[in-house]
């Protein structure tokens, strides 16, 4: 008999396993004595968080930790493994293709971030001393010969500033040692249900050079099996008009181009190599230097959709253009430590270059528009119908052609960032971090819309076959000096205050939009213009010579000129995304400083409980929006109210952790699919947070035991507009004079978020022989969520009011339960698992191609059941 495995079933025994979440973790990065300490006692964790080597007992904010014992016991191979296990971080899955994850943390979520035009993320990632935060979703870092990785939740904005407004994770690799030579090789075989196979090999060696110098190599190959299928099917677009005897719209003839996806149909669509390597280089100048220089590389290589389609079949597509993502990144790194007297001084920089390079099936958003325009009217007078009669997809021949898009694109992000630092003695008792911080981040960024046969005087000039083009250059940078002042006022109170004075200029220059039919004169007045009838955007608004735009959308009027500028983003067809100055383009741009804080008291009353009380400050940099008609968004702040505390008690055996907070969001950043799927962002209404953060650790004989759980409670406090109105009444009318909506009412929970979700692990472990063996179950469970915050927009043309929020779907409750059994040997060690026992279609996100058109939602799920085996070796 087949059991049972919806929400209801899967929930209650991930609640009941109560599993996973802060667990043992191994020092790296750690002062001498902490050092040894941690190595005799596994329930001491030391954690940099604070720019200095601690206890994570003795860190004044809410942390978790998970180590290298922990991920290894675990499997955890990339940020989707990890985040599970963090009842603090959500994430919205774009698609859900690998390296495109956007992380939320504590429910700072509005939905909809994550476009390459979009704002910055809320949340920092860092690998090792070095910002690995980017724009269109997280560097997804394969874990391997990892020290552990940091989850510090709430607002982060004094040590590590913009873009850790609601938290920030910090990957932390192991260091190359000195003290001998050793290594390490892992493998792993896995099948999936209803999917295909996988396997992975790692490695690593460390290799002392001498009694002052170490190198240390890491290699991986990982092959995530496909689960999603591309099934047959066929999409008919509308053929030609008809009309009856008043001239009305009555149908449309069966003579409308017809297509299959039969060239693309494949089981286990979904499949996704990754293989790499870092190495670091750590030599002891003398006792008190040290110089690390890292450079790391990987590629990504995913195939086919991560989401599926409900309404085609459970783990089914029907697409019907390639699809694949390609994404590439070398960081190289530069860390050296030293002391001047008894102060601690740390560099870091780094330089990360970051390539993708994808193919999209678009066709849904042909069906969509096909659909939306199958009797399009203006003021009861009947125009066209459907995308053959309402554009002009034709080829050079004025013959109709298939309309399908497909869409190539590709973004180059390059980040330099510098840190200095200096730190007075940790054994003082007035202590004081302090530093300088630079940033230069950028994003050369290609989206190009191509029909195939689509006439060249129909599409963008110079690129026939592409309806829409995007081409431009985003540039965002960040400077800061920041501080902190720690004070032991007595033997148990200490006393902190820091701050940190930031600058910010991001700015954006480019091409988007259609082409512009030169016409038969050349002086770009040609009939239609381009494919979509459409001369408001794109070569229509680039500016001339004499400073003006082709086409001025405000007086209806052509320029004095009809010479482009050249384009100013290589590649475009000329610019109409920048100021004209004196002659020359300009980016667009948006500026300002601000200032960032933190305040905390700590109460030690003995060695084994702290409280603390924290009031803290992030934010996040405002920027530029592509359309010129919608105003730059301004920066967002994240303000913390918190109050904490850590306990080790019965004897070390039991660590109990928890905090409760308040966070004001105000003027939250908000993304979304605006006209014709057009990003925009605005800043919306404040929203309060309230939430609890607890996790604990029971470890007894061969019995150990660990839970995390969050809840968090969100709201708007105002109403969220459909079109911008500074008094959150919704009253001002759109920039056309549209009727305002409220999009979400004050007290609309945010999205993405779920109330609750906890995570555990249970593991035995008892001698056998000469190797231990052990059983371990490990689960999360999280509770349902809202995919789109907006309950009210119009549909595109049809004027209809319609709920996103409920046309998208919720994400709904799941919980995932794992198993393990294996054996450890001094040098071997081997496991059989099994992960997702219950074969639980757990939803990670939800997304679809076209904003406002009400079709298609896809999901994006967990992994289905799959089994395996792992074995290693060490030397």
């Known amino acids: 008999m087949r059991m049972k495995s919806g929400p209801s079933y899967t929930a209650r025994i991930s609640r009941l396993l109560l599993l996973a979440g802060t667990a043992i973790s191994f020092p790296a990065m750690a002062q001498q004595a902490q050092s040894d300490a941690a190595e005799s006692d596994p329930n001491i964790i030391i954690v940099t968080a604070q720019k200095r080597s601690e206890n994570l007992q003795n860190v004044p904010i809410s942390i978790q930790a998970l180590g290298t014992q922990k991920l290894e016991q675990l499997g955890v191979a990339n940020f989707t493994d990890y985040a599970q296990q963090l009842p603090s971080v959500t994430f919205q899955a774009l698609g859900g293709t690998p390296g495109t994850n956007v992380v939320y943390m504590r429910g700072v979520a509005s939905g909809g971030d994550g476009n390459h035009s979009g704002s910055l993320p809320s949340v ?72 295909g196979e996988g396997y992975k090999f790692e490695g690593m060696i460390n290799a002392p050079i001498s009694a002052m110098a170490a190198l240390r190599v890491v290699g991986y190959y990982q092959r995530d099996a496909g689960f999603i299928d591309n099934v047959p099917g066929t999409r008919t677009f509308l053929g030609t008009p008809v009309l009856d005897e008043n001239d009305q719209y009555a149908g449309n003839l069966p003579d409308g181009i017809s297509v299959n996806n039969n060239a693309f149909v494949k089981k286990d669509y979904n499949y996704t190599d990754t293989y790499g390597g870092r190495a670091a280089l750590k030599v002891d100048l003398d006792d008190n230097w040290t110089v690390t220089p890292q450079v790391m590389y990987q590629k990504t290589k995913s195939r086919g959709s991560y989401g599926f389609d409900p309404s085609v079949g459970d783990l089914q597509v029907q697409h019907f253009f390639p699809e694949f993502r390609n994404d590439k990144f070398v960081q190289a790194a530069l860390t050296i430590e030293g002391k001047i007297g008894n102060w601690d001084l740390t560099y870091s920089g780094a330089y990360l270059d970051r390539r993708t390079f994808q193919s999209s099936d678009y066709t849904d958003y042909a069906e969509a528009y096909d659909a939306l325009y199958a009797n399009y009217t203006y003021e009861g007078t009947f125009y066209c119908s459907g995308l053959a009669g309402c554009f002009a997809y034709q080829d050079a021949n004025g013959n109709t052609i298939d309309p399908r898009q497909k869409v190539i694109g590709t973004d180059h992000f390059k980040k330099l960032s510098q840190e ?24 050369d960024i290609h989206q190009d819309y191509q029909i195939a046969n689509l006439a060249p005087n129909l599409s963008v000039n110079g690129h026939p076959g592409t ?117 020359t383009l300009k980016p667009v741009r948006t500026k300002d400083d601000g200032f960032t804080y933190r305040f905390n008291a700590t109460w030690k009353p003995n060695s084994d409980v702290m409280l603390y009380a924290t009031w803290s400050r992030g934010f996040r940099p405002g920027g530029i929006n592509r359309r010129a008609d919608v105003e730059p968004y301004k920066a967002d702040f994240l303000t913390n109210y918190e109050v904490g505390f850590k306990s080790t008690l019965a004897g070390g055996m039991v660590r109990l952790n928890g905090a409760v907070y308040q966070q004001n969001w105000k003027d939250f950043q908000f993304a979304f699919l605006g006209a014709n799927s057009f990003t925009e962002i605005h800043n919306g209404p404040n929203a309060r947070i309230r939430g609890v953060d607890m996790d604990a650790s029971i470890g007894r004989g061969p019995l150990t035991v660990n839970v995390s759980a969050a809840y968090t409670d969100t709201k708007t406090l105002k109403n969220l507009c459909l079109f911008d109105d500074p ?135 967990t992994t289905p059941r799959m089994f395996g085996l792992r074995a290693g070796a060490k030397f």
Not at 738 to 762: C, D, H, Q, V
Not at 825 to 845: A, C, H, K, M, T
Request: proline share 6%.
């Open 467 to 583: 309806l829409w083009l995007t081409e431009q250059k985003r540039v965002d940078k960040d400077y800061a000096a920041f501080g902190e002042v720690s004070f032991d006022v007595a033997p148990t109170v200490t006393l902190t205050a820091g701050g940190r004075y930031f600058k910010y200029d991001n700015s954006l220059i480019g091409f988007f939009g259609f082409g512009r039919n030169p016409g038969d004169t050349g002086q770009y007045d040609g009939d239609p213009p381009n494919a979509a009838y459409s001369n408001r955007t794109g070569v229509a608004q680039c500016f001339t010579t004499a400073g003006e735009r082709l086409y001025d959308r405000s007086t209806d009027t052509y320029s004095s000129s009809r010479t482009l500028l050249p384009a100013a983003v290589p590649g475009g067809p000329c610019t109409n995304l920048a100021v004209y100055q004196d002659g």
């Open 124 to 195: 920092g990632v860092y690998l090792d001393e070095q910002p690995v935060t980017t724009i269109g979703g997280n560097l997804d870092v394969h874990v391997y010969d990892i020290a552990r990785i940091e989850s510090l939740s709430g607002p982060q904005g004094t040590l590590y500033g913009a873009s850790s407004e609601a938290g920030t994770i910090r990957i932390i690799t192991n260091k190359p040692d000195t003290t001998g030579f050793y290594g390490s090789v892992d493998a792993e075989v896995n099948t999936v249900n209803k999917g």
């Open 727 to 861: 008094s959150f009444t919704c009253t001002a009318d759109g920039p056309t004079g549209e009727t305002n909506l409220i999009s979400a009412p004050k007290g609309t929970r945010l999205p993405i978020t779920p109330k609750f979700k906890a995570s555990g692990t249970l593991r035995y472990t008892v001698p056998m022989g000469d190797a231990k063996a052990h059983f371990q179950l490990n689960g999360m469970y999280q509770s349902s969520a809202s995919s789109d915050i907006r309950t009210a927009i119009y549909e595109t043309f049809s004027g209809d009011v319609i709920n996103p929020s409920a046309q998208l779907g919720r994400l709904k409750a799941f919980g995932t339960v794992n198993a393990a059994v294996g054996a450890d040997w001094d040098s071997y060690s081997i496991e059989l698992f099994v992960s997702n026992i219950f074969d639980e279609r757990g939803q990670l996100s939800r997304f679809q191609q076209c904003g406002s058109c009400g079709q298609r939602p896809y999901i994006v799920p």
């Open 420 to 443: 200095l630092r200096i730190a007075s003695p940790a054994d003082q008792p007035l202590r004081v971090v302090a530093g300088l911080f630079y940033q230069r981040q950028s994003n």
